[in-house]
């Protein structure tokens, strides 16, 4: 019973049998970990690994509580992923285990089963070094805990999510997860560039292309890892594998703190994707405060945090400008797709076909010049800026963005850069310089206010004009002065000089919603970020406006100028790349 109730805590569900029977394998100094599971590991689990092995007089031990061989150096100085000598015997109390284990360098091997809890004697089985544990009819003891399974589909899932995890941090072993619920993963041992090489067997090399190095270390705490750039988000964050002295953790803690390094770049419904490895010396952790060792314990929180956030931070600032590379693939592969056959080009008699998805009626020969001329004939002169715009460098790296050649759609800037081109949104680029030397305004001292001629008279609900009175004199220092207008309505005055034009409805509405979010105990100094953020938001205006050739050379030195440009506040791209490579793989050039 005791056991039974144990197991309630440390077995919640098949991957979290998994991640114990996988860790006991990394324990035994296995250099090859075979996971096989069905039925989402309910009907089975089985994990064959080449360690150490087990002596037949060892085994009845190993499934007994409490009961370990991990704990030599004291509960201060763990070095291995177990120490509880809870597991075995937890799952043999909800289960049917057998575990069949030859000892390293012995020539004979032993078996030994649980069902039920009851354990029978060992007996000499044929088997190669190394240790095989089956758990089969999981949770057949405990029905009430057999109901709360999810689908078999979302059991898979996890312990999928569970075998790389624990891959990630040890890829020299080689791992492989198969049976008939899944598909064949084998993640190969990896060579001298080891963690890279694992990282990108995980999450692929979209991920390695999009995430910049981390390598910070403060105070004895030293963070490791990668973390991808912002506009490479993703809907959940199942992708945000965090790891303490080797062991993976969904700590809150650190969750919350990997989410405030990217709370200025990523839309609060979006979740960045990160492998980031934390390694302290022993004592400034307590692994021991959770039955499933998930969550840990530091000595100094605020040292850990500040790390993680500064150093992401300055990673992701380091890479500048910098946004996602696979946005130009994906655009690659769409114009790729709809190439048209070349047959359509080399005959004249070719019946008239559309050219394609993109531009639709547009049709191929006879009379495709003449069709190109007409397209051009009728655009805005703006549309050409070729002959104002200087002469492009060839190849300087202090405009990566290139030289604008062209504005299109009164939004998008085209820009010729030393090996490929750049298009700009403008109104995505200018919502964070506005947001940028917002918050650096704001965080210096007054915000400069600009007078409205005819002030502004926005209807709102009874509760968001009273949130916003509340705030008016905080407002007014932050540069907006809004003051109540009858119950249902403020007044808009004066407006931040920086946001340019404002839609001024928008913006005391979103904000309206901020407060209401916002502690009224915090000050909004405090919460500048996403005040900030709420205002640049609703200022830029530049989307829709022609530019003049220097008005974009400009913007986009800017750009080049500002820290974490490359994408919008809500994460999006503000400018994606071509090389000419693309291009020319576009033309069949390559
Ligand atoms: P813990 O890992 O916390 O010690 P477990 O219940 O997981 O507790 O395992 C009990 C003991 O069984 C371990 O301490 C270890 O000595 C032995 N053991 C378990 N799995 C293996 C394995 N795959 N290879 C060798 N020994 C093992
Ligand atoms: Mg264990």
Redesign the pocket.
């Known amino acids: 019973m005791v056991n039974r109730i144990a197991a309630g805590e440390v077995v919640e569900r098949p991957a979290s049998v998994v991640k114990?029977?996988v860790?006991?394998?990394i324990?035994?100094g296995?250099r090859r970990i075979e996971v096989a599971t069905a039925g989402g590991g309910l009907s089975l689990i089985r994990?064959t690994?080449d360690?150490?092995?087990?002596e037949r007089d060892?085994l009845p031990?190993?499934?007994e509580r409490h009961?370990?061989?991990?704990l030599d150096g004291g509960l201060d100085a763990i070095a291995?992923?177990?120490?509880?000598?809870?597991?075995?015997?937890?799952v043999g109390a909800v289960a049917r285990l057998s575990?069949t284990?030859r000892r390293r360098g012995a020539d004979e091997g032993w078996a030994i089963g649980v069902d039920g809890g009851r354990v029978s004697a060992p007996v000499p089985a044929a088997a190669a070094p190394?240790?095989r544990?089956e758990v089969s009819d999981l949770f057949f003891a405990t029905p009430a805990r057999l109901k709360f399974m999810k689908s078999e589909r979302a059991e898979t899932a996890a312990i999928t999510e569970t075998v790389r995890r624990l891959a990630m941090t040890n890829p020299d072993i080689r791992f492989s997860l198969s049976g008939p619920d899944r598909a064949l993963t084998d993640f190969a041992a990896t060579g001298a560039s080891g963690f890279a090489e694992r990282l990108e067997q995980i999450l692929g090399r979209d991920f390695r292309e999009n995430s910049v190095e981390i390598d910070a270390e403060r105070a004895g705490v030293r963070l490791s890892g990668r973390a991808g750039l912002p506009t490479y988000n993703r809907g959940n964050a199942v992708q945000q594998y965090l790891f303490v002295n080797g062991r993976a953790v969904r700590d809150k803690q650190l969750l919350g703190a990997l989410r405030g390094a990217y709370a200025d770049f990523i839309g609060r419904d979006r979740h960045p994707v990160a492998a980031l490895f934390i390694d302290l010396p022993p004592d400034m952790v307590d692994v021991n405060v959770h039955p499933a060792k998930a969550e840990v314990r530091f000595r100094d929180p605020g040292l850990v945090r500040g790390l993680v956030v500064g150093a992401v931070r300055e990673a992701i600032a380091g890479a500048g400008h910098r946004a996602t590379r696979t946005g130009a693939a994906a655009m690659t592969d769409a114009f790729a797709r709809r190439a048209p056959a070349p047959a359509a080009f080399r005959s004249a008699a070719a019946p008239r076909e559309p050219y394609g998805a993109p531009l639709p009626g547009f049709v191929a020969p006879p009379g495709l010049g003449e069709a190109v001329q007409a397209l051009f004939a009728d655009l805005p002169a703006s549309a050409d800026v070729r002959a104002d715009a200087p002469a492009p460098a060839t190849a300087d790296p202090a405009r990566p963005l290139g030289v604008p050649r062209a504005q299109i759609h009164e939004n998008y800037i085209v820009a010729q850069t030393a090996d490929g081109l750049v298009v700009v949104d403008q109104h995505a680029a200018h919502e964070r310089l506005v947001y940028e030397r917002l918050k650096a305004a704001l965080a210096s001292s007054a915000v400069p206010r600009q007078l409205l001629l005819v002030p502004e008279i926005v209807d709102l609900p009874e509760d968001d004009v009273g949130r916003l009175a509340d705030r008016a004199a905080e407002l007014a220092e932050l540069g907006l002065v809004v003051e109540p207008f009858g119950p249902g309505a403020v007044a808009i005055r004066e407006v931040p000089a920086l946001l340019g034009k404002v839609d001024g409805a928008g913006l005391v509405r979103d904000l309206a919603d901020e407060l209401a979010d916002i502690d009224s105990a915090a000050t909004l100094r405090s919460r500048l970020d996403r005040v900030a953020g709420t205002m640049a938001c609703h200022g830029s205006v530049r989307s829709g406006r022609r530019l003049r050739p220097e008005e974009m050379d400009a913007l986009l030195r800017d750009m080049e100028r500002t820290p974490h440009s490359g994408q919008c506040i809500h994460g999006r791209p503000t400018y994606i790349e071509l090389k000419l490579a693309d291009i020319e793989r576009l033309f069949g050039r390559r």
């Open positions: 114990e029977l860790e006991n394998a324990d035994a296995a994990v690994d360690g150490v092995g087990l060892d031990l190993a499934v009961c370990t061989s991990k291995t992923l177990g120490f509880r000598g809870e597991a075995l015997a937890s575990i284990s190394g240790t544990v």
